[in-house]
C-alpha cells in the first residue's frame, strides 16, 4: 500500500505545494493541508491527493485533520509565515503569533502522529525550517526566534524517536521564489514606517540581493531536496538552497566574530 504523507501549508506556489505535486507523482497517498480550500489550487484535482483543510494554531482543526487521514507514515510540517521589523518594534503578541504558528503548529502535528509512528516503528518527520534557524539576522529576529526553537525540538527528537525506527529531517532554504514574502507581518520600519531603523532596513533589503545575485531558488528545487530526505533520509539537516549552503559554511568554518565580520564585509551592512 502506498505511504501517507500529510504536508502543511500547500496553498498554491509555495513549497508546500511543490513538495505534494512531486510526492504524489512518485505515488504516495499525499494529504495536502491548506487553511483554505480555495488555495490548493491544481492539487484538488490531481492524482494521489487529497486536500485537508488545517490550520496549525487550532488543536481542533489538527485533531479533525488527523482522524480523516488515519496513520501518517510521512509527516512534513512545512506551514509557516515571518514578522518582519526590528526587535524593537516587534510586541510579544507578536512573538507568540510568530511561534503559534511555526513552533507550536509543527509541535502539535509531532505530538498527533508521534504514538502512531512509534507502534508501526516506522516513520518520517520531516521539519521546514530555514538557514535562519542555524543564524539569525537582522530584522526577522522572531522568525529566527521561532525556527531555532523548531531546530531544537527536532534535534532533541532525533535522539529520543530514532530508536524506535523513527526519522527526523530539518530542510534548511534560503530564499525561495514563493508568495513568502506577501505573507510577511510587516511591523515598524519594516512596514515603511518612520523609525530609527529605516537605514537598516534598506541596507538589510540590499544585502539580500548581493546574497541570491542569480535571484531566489525555485520551489520546485526545495521540493526535491524535501524528497530527498523522505526517500533516503542519510542526513539529519538538508541546506537547501546554494545562499544557504554558502552561508551555513561559512558559519561552520569561523567564529562568532569572524563570521560577523565576513557577513558584513559581503553584504555590505555598515550598521
Ligand atoms: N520562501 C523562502 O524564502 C523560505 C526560506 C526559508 C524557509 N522557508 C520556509 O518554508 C516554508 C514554506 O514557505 P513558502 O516559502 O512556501 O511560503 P508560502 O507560500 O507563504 O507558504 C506558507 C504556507 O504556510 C501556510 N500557513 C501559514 N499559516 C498557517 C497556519 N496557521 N496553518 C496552516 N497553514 C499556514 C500558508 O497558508 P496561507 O496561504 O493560508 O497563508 C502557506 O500555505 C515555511 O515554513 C517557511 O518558513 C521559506
Request: aromatic content about 8%.
Amino acid at each position: 500500500m502506498a505511504k501517507s504523507v500529510l504536508i502543511t501549508g500547500c496553498s498554491t506556489g509555495g513549497i508546500g505545494h511543490a513538495a505534494a505535486t512531486q510526492l504524489a507523482a512518485k505515488g504516495y497517498n499525499v494529504f495536502a493541508t491548506v487553511r483554505s480550500a480555495a488555495k490548493a489550487g491544481d492539487l484538488a484535482s490531481a492524482e494521489n491527493v487529497t486536500v485537508l483543510e488545517l490550520d496549525v494554531r487550532e488543536q481542533a482543526s489538527v485533531d479533525a485533520a488527523l482522524a480523516q487521514v488515519g496513520d501518517v507514515d510521512v509527516l512534513v510540517n512545512n506551514a509557516g509565515f515571518e514578522v518582519w521589523g526590528p526587535l524593537e518594534e516587534t510586541t510579544v503578541d507578536d512573538l507568540k503569533d510568530q511561534f503559534e504558528t511555526n513552533v507550536y503548529g509543527p509541535f502539535r502535528l509531532i505530538l498527533g502522529v508521534l504514538p502512531g509512528m512509534r507502534n508501526r516503528g516506522a516513520g518520517v518527520i520531516v521539519n521546514v525550517s530555514s538557514v535562519a534557524g542555524r543564524v539569525a539576522a537582522p530584522i526577522n529576529g522572531l522568525y529566527s526566534a521561532s525556527k531555532w526553537a523548531l531546530e531544537a525540538l527536532s534535534e532533541t527528537l532525533k535522539y529520543e524517536i530514532s530508536h524506535f525506527g523513527i526519522r527526523v529531517h530539518l530542510i534548511e532554504p534560503g530564499g525561495v521564489e514563493t508568495p513568502f514574502g506577501d505573507n510577511r507581518r510587516l511591523v515598524g520600519a519594516g512596514a515603511g514606517e518612520e523609525s530609527p531603523y529605516s537605514e537598516l532596513i534598506s541596507q538589510w533589503e540590499q544585502a539580500g540581493q548581493r546574497l541570491t545575485p542569480d535571484g531566489a531558488a525555485q520551489p520546485d528545487a526545495v521540493a526535491g531536496v524535501i524528497v530527498d530526505a523522505v526517500e533516503n533520509g542519510n542526513k539529519f539537516r538538508y541546506p537547501a538552497t546554494p545562499d544557504a549552503e554558502f552561508v551555513l559554511t561559512a558559519r561552520k568554518a569561523m567564529t562568532d566574530e569572524q563570521f560577523e565580520e565576513a557577513m558584513r564585509q559581503q553584504l555590505g551592512i555598515t550598521w
